[in-house]
């Protein structure tokens, strides 16, 4: 059993939805997003798990992120361990101000996670 757990920009493999991906790069990509979802589904389980997610972020997507961390939440409850602490930090809290120049994607955040 792993001690702890720190995770920051959740993404995986693929995307939920391809909705706003160009069409030449939409095949497999749910496929893969499936896959990725199946394997978190039985990880063995920390004692704590705490994820830092922007909900701006558009490189990883809120909506990409949220059934990445609800499998995770499901599979710590499942297993009897605390469940995953989700932290969204504030736009003042990001390492350059959202849509700057330096952190257009809103995805720069490193220091809050």
Not at 5 to 25: C, F, N, Y
């Amino acid at each position: 059993l792993i001690s702890g757990v720190g995770l920051g920009g959740i993404h995986g493999h693929g995307q939920a939805q391809v909705d706003e991906l160009p069409a030449k790069r939409q095949e497999g990509v749910i496929d893969k997003f499936a896959a990725f979802v199946h394997r978190l589904e039985e990880h063995s389980g920390a004692r704590w798990i705490e994820a830092t997610h922007a909900d701006s972020d558009q490189c990883s997507r809120w909506k990409d992120a949220a059934p990445i961390l609800a499998v995770i939440d499901e599979r710590q409850r499942s297993l009897s361990l605390p469940p995953i602490v989700v932290r969204v930090p504030d736009p003042g809290e990001h390492d350059s101000a959202p849509g700057s120049k330096q952190n257009r994607s809103h995805h720069e955040y490193t220091c809050a996670a």
